[in-house]
């Protein structure tokens, strides 16, 4: 069933599509969603979060949460395009779909497709490639000086690469098998053609060889802008943690909504998702926090193929997380074209570089033109074309799409890569901690008191704290259970208790888990003439900040 807001998955939605999409699903599903800004980004723009839950006595806020966010990165537009997926994917199927009903009854979605809406927009509307912000770093203004600066020269929309005929220093030859396909001259070969290969673009001043190639002035990186094991000198980490001010709405919203136990970040590409720990061995991370966080992988890598990988990445979404907040984390890497091209994961890690693995290089190089001629009709690559560049002279542009075919899929690829990004998604979801009164009895004392039992289990897999690391670092509560007496109820003694987390199922392997708590209390309840004033009644509410609140009221009539 899908929603009754459309919406295609073949093409990458700008910054006010996506607005206006949001706001129309919000509008269409009011007892659902419910929208809001978390921050204003760079130059302006608002940073969109829909929260997605449904029915019940509790809150979005009284959920187990789960944070979804995408497209931190300027360019992995897919990410957004999936985002949307689940969202249109929840509310499509809420109320259809068994699995997705109950999930929303229990679980709070917050999903934000575009952190980074000032990148997207540059990436989308422009032929640039960037990472992330587009406010200049490390200097805000780099155009002035002499050197080679990527533009679209050829005028056909994207910045492709040059190749320049030069037999004696080029380093670079045309490949024997495929004549699009450059590879690595070797030592002593001396007969040409050579070639040097330089980004499309124009020259500053350009006085002879040798000019420098400039970066992108775009050079910083919204994922290494977090506050975990942040240093100076952090490739693309900013002057200071949180100091962006898109890292820093993001932290903001996630530590304002203690109820997030779970956090995906999507990004493109490779085919992977990064887990925690990221610094470190994972000898050294809790060995609880480590099978879950490994556990609900495996169940990811099932509905995706995608494997999990520990990170090396530090001061990104996902090791601040886990390190700061006990979160359980994954940065999901979607799409690879490799993967697609018939070529492994190990192969493209280790086997790649054209400099210590040449002929393997070639090889699978080969292979991905292969599939470029047989799934793109030959589209993800520009055969190169002779230009007349108005300094280098004669001169071919050619090479991979790096927007549609290496960073992100081409356009009838990508519905399928958003799919894989929801049912992962949805599979992180469902480990969240759910909490439940199965029992409430009442049993006389004497006179007029009474003593009240409640049963309180937890029916997930991820205990109430969700990871050991959350309750070391202190940044969750103890779970609380409360009495709240109904007219003609009186509580005797304490009415809230604070109680120890509830295990989840996956504490159980070695004997049972401590996955349920019976509580009690003693209440008074005065004689009364039946009909002349209300039935007393009491309520029992369970707090959990990352299990939910819970409540089920009781007469006692
Ligand atoms: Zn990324």
Redesign the pocket.
Known sequence: MSSRVPITFDRYLLYSEIKQYLEKVAAEYPDLCSLNSIGKSYEGRDIWALTITAGGTAKASEKPGIYVDAN??AG?VTGSMAALYLIDYLVGNYGTDDEVTKLLERVTFYVLPRVNPDGAELYLTTPHMLRSSVRLWPDDDTQDLPGLYRADINGDGKILQMRVRDDNKGEWKVSSKDPRLMVPRQPGETKGPFYRIYPEGYIKDYEGEPFTVHKVPWGLDL?RNFPSNWEPGVPGGGDYPAREPETRSIVQFIVDHPNIGAVQAL??AGGFFFRNPCKYEESKMDSQDLIATKAIARQGTKVTGYPDVKSPNSSTLTEWAYEHRGIIAYTTELWNRYERAGISLEDVRDKSDPDKFPDKFEELQLKLLEWNDRELSGKGFTDWTPFEHPQLGQVEIGGWDRKFCVQNPPPHLLEEECRKATLWVLQHASALPWVNITDIRVSDLNGTLKKVTAVIENWGYLPTNITNKAVQLKVVKKDCAELKPGPGVEVIGKAQQETDFLEGYMSGTKGPAKSAVQLSWVIKVPPRHPGQSPPPCFTVEYRSQRGGVTRKTYSLE
Request: proline share 0%.
């Open positions: 931190i990165h992995e994922n990004h493109t």
